[in-house]
């Protein structure tokens, strides 16, 4: 059937979903009956074809109504029939056009079409918007980039509004409905603005994506860096051997833990903290830290313990090989040790050595260890200030670190040491907490028994712990502390039991300390007095040891000028006394291992270098080659090796002159003669006060020259002994602050000699 069109009428293809535009080229396929033959009869009657889009484009068989009234008349550039009746079809949109009426709906669509032509009145307000839809789409186009290059110089060069909107709509991905819409619209300067509007929603929108997209490469390309990191790590530890089974370490730390034989709760706390860790980076800081946790508490003595020696005598014979004299402070410790033993674990008191420095308070802990068989440990206390350090800080902290009491039970590698807190006295409470309250709850065996160290989080019983505390007076400890505590005074040394000390312990100590064990040294009476008497001054021996050791020092290093000592392969002659532990703490664990040892066990006999001071100084049988060196140490030989004396011997005065009183004085180092001296010089009745006086001191000084003033009848004194004279009161040893109202009779007594002119009669003369 040959079919006649009329000028304005076209086979029509309703589109499912494209609109098509003039002057745009698009391919499609066409598969529906009616539009194949559509398509067919088109081409072969080498007539356009009018595309127009479905308003539903779930329908398949489109009636009149279906499809929208405004299409798009496009010429054909090439059809290819495909092997299963369909049509590939290439066409480029010519012209606008909306339709008039239907001729044909059955076998194909025919439609007779009105063009809608183009406007081509270009208005300044048209211009101007034009300018607008071009620069609008050069933004757009800058951001997204998707429109080729060749559609982008046919927009700027268009000329008419339609014709720019046609391309616009055409190049960029809109959607449907908006496409339709400026399909649609007939007037140009509506659909100009319209173009206006939708190209900068799509800008808005692609400026969105692009952020979006932006974020999201970011955090792809981190996480692809991150784990092209870890890949990386992993091959670096295997390639170092490193990496096994248990990057972590939380197997080997579970093992370890296990061994342990910990407690429900605390091993509860490691299983979690260790699920945590198998969880984690293996180098990451976080597992660092957990790891450091796990390894406290599994360093830490849960259940190691040493059996405790029941034998008095040999705790006697211990504290005697150990300290000179000292014989209440023994027979205490020795009460104390039965007690103990009697009872088995007592809530008893806690022992505290109280007296001056460098009267062997420490060294007495340390014999109370080995008398018991038990591991020793010291911390000295003085100048802790923040509840930290005794408690630890939480492990939120950075360098979170547990308090000292348990950083020393970790050292002493059992639960149940002797454990030295020294210098109780010193510690002093900030802003930081109040040490003193956190020691409480350590000392009192109510609560030690589950102590919380903040860093370990789980309770310590210390409550097999043997605390034993030092101070130098009793009154700086806080009450609280002091009432659970049993005191145990030390007073200094006489000159007398300073030197037997000396002979019997210091001496032989420090030769043996200073690798002189195999000389022949002697220190005579008269060296070891001009020590305590020269070169010291203290209630204590400690300066004593110290000078003792200073000349065996000295000796060493002429032994070994004259290579008459035999020569060792380390370092024989190590000058410090202390173990190199960090000042002011220090660890000793017995020899022998801790569960091992027994009451009678003698394994930590080696222990101790103090030992030697029982051993006769006999000249060595193992080297009898060697040539012996010997050195007697005399009084006069003390000044070649330590420099002049550094105290004069004595600063009483024979020669009691008017003005001058003497006074005891008590003091951190034991006692003092405290001399006062008065002159009265002529001036305006004022007095003068030097010599680093304290306020009580001062006022006892104005007390003595009233009393003088008040009874001066019966003194037989002059009552204006003030006028026109002043008087100056002066407490020489400068340095040293002086209070305290006890110095009030020696400052009258010299009071009244200088006015009196009549010198002091001491008491004994
Ligand atoms: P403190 O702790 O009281 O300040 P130390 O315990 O440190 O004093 O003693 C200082 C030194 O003096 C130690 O080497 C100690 O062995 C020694 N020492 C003190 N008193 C005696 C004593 N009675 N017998 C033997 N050595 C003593």
Known sequence: MKILLKRHELFMVPLKDLVVFPRMVVPFFVGRRRSVKSVEEAVRLGRPLFLVAQKKTAVEEPGERDVHAVGTISRVLQMMKLADGKIRLLVEGQERAVIGRYTETKDCFRVIVRPLGQSADVTPQISALMRTVLSQFAQYNEITKKVPPEAVTAIESAEMPDVLVDLVAGSVPLKLEQKLELLCLEDAHARLERCVAVIASEIELASLEMEITGKVRRKLEKTKKDYFLTEQLKEIQKELGAEGEDPTGAKELEEKLKAKGLSAEVSEKCQKELKRLGRMQPLSPESALLRTYLEWIADLPWREATTDNRDIDRARQILDEDHYDLKKVKERILDFIAVRQLKGRVKGPILCFIGPPGTGKTSLGRSVARCLGRSFVRVSLGGVRDEAEIRGHRKTYVGALPGKIIQFLRKAGTRNPVFLLDEIDKMSSDWRGDPASALLEVL???????????????????????????????????????????????????????????????????????????????????????????????????????????????????????????????????????????????????????????????????????????????????????????????????????????????????????????????????????????????????????????????????????????????????????????????????????????????LTAALLSAISGTPVTPASR
Do not use: C
């Open 444 to 746: 009192d065996p109510e609560q030690n028994h589950a102590f919380m160290d903040h860093y370990l989080e789980v309770p310590y019983d210390l409550s097999d712990v043997m605390f034993i505390t030092t101070a130098n007076s009793a009154h700086n400890i806080p009450y609280p502390l002091r009432d659970r505590m049993e005191v145990i005074e030390i007073s200094g040394y006489t000159e007398f039991e300073k030197e037997k000390i000396a002979e019997k312990f210091l001496v032989p100590k420090q030769i043996q300390e200073n690798g002189l064990g195999e000389a022949d040294i002697t220190f005579q009476k008269s060296a070891i007095l001009r020590l305590i008497r020269g070169y010291t001054l203290e209630a204590g021996v400690r300066n004593l040891e110290r000078e003792i050791a200073n000349i065996l020092r000295k000796i060493a290093r002429e032994a070994v000028k004259q290579g008459q000592m035999p020569q060792r392969e380390t370092a024989a002659a190590a000058p410090s006394a202390e173990p190199a532990e960090a000042p002011g703490q220090e660890v000793d664990v017995p020899i022998a291992a801790p569960a091992a040892a027994q009451s009678d066990s003698p394994g930590s006999a080696a222990a101790e270098p103090a030992r030697s001071a029982a051993e006769p100084l006999v000249p060595p049988a193992a080297a009898p080659t060697a040539p012996l060196f010997k050195v007697v140490v005399s009084g006069r030989s003390v000044e070649k090796y330590l420099g002049k004396v550094k105290f004069l011997e004595s600063t009483f005065s024979q020669d009691m002159k008017p003005g001058l009183a003497y006074g005891l004085a008590w003091t951190e180092l034991g006692g003092q003669l405290l001399a006062v001296e008065v002159a009265i010089v002529a001036g305006k009745g004022e007095l003068t006060l030097t010599g680093s006086l304290g306020e009580v001191m001062k006022e006892s000084a104005q007390a003595a020259l009233t009393f003088l003033r008040a009874h001066h009848a019966a003194l037989g004194i002059d009552a204006g002994f003030t006028k026109d004279r002043d008087i100056h009161i002066h407490v020489p040893e400068g340095a040293i602050p002086k209070d305290g109202p006890s110095a009030g009779i020696t």
